[in-house]
């Protein structure tokens, strides 16, 4: 069965990087369609269609890691997302800025807030993309990007949030509402 319009309804949704890199080639893609999967073991999954070149590169690399940039690198984001390493070597091309860690199983950007290094953990085809789960293996935050309570400091912290057609907004200033079910 094809829907008319493409999977948008669910949207707000935060706007990821996805990197990789095998054998001194690096790549990143913008990725929306990810989600947690488990406490224990620390499970992470991407779905990633195998039009991509980092699709390739995952399984060879049996790595990725899974970066979350602010609002503010929005550009970088869409960058990242409408291009691909088919025709350009995005790191190379555009000096993009990484940790730096000698044994990192894939490029953390400098820029995250927050990334997950992940181990690749299973593979599996769901229609026209792939999921890739990952095992977290390494978290990285920047310093002040959580409070104590391991909540997001908003609004120090951005967070970029996909709408669809190229548009992404962020959260409001006004401090998050706490709610314990009594009225
Ligand atoms: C905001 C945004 C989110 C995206 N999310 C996904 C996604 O979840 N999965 C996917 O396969 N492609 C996604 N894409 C498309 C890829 O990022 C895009 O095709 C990219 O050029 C692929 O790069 P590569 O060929 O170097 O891997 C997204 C694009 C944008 C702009």
């Given at each position: 069965m094809s829907l008319p319009v493409k999977l948008y309804l669910h949207y707000p949704a935060v706007a990821a990087v996805v990197t990789v890199q095998h054998e001194g080639r690096t790549n990143a893609l913008a990725c929306v369609w990810h989600t947690a999967l488990s406490f224990d073991p620390p499970l992470y999954a991407v779905s990633i269609s195998p039009?991509?070149?980092s699709y390739d590169l995952i399984r060879q690399a049996g790595a990725f890691a899974v970066n979350f940039l602010p609002q503010e690198r929005a550009d970088l984001i869409a960058r990242f997302g409408r291009n691909s390493g088919h025709d350009l070597d995005k790191f190379a091309t555009w000096e993009v800025e990484t940790l730096?860690?000698?044994?990192?199983l894939a490029p953390i950007l400098a820029e995250a807030y927050a990334a997950y290094e992940c181990k690749l953990y299973a593979q599996h085809t769901y229609g026209d993309h792939d999921l890739f789960v990952g095992e977290i293996v390494r978290l990285h935050q920047a310093e002040g990007a959580f409070g104590e309570n391991r909540v997001l400091n908003i609004p120090q912290v951005k967070p970029a949030l996909y709408l669809g057609a190229n548009l992404y907004a962020t959260l409001s200033d006004e401090p998050p509402v706490f709610r314990d079910g009594q009225r």
């Open positions: 039009k991509r070149f730096p860690l000698e044994d990192a």
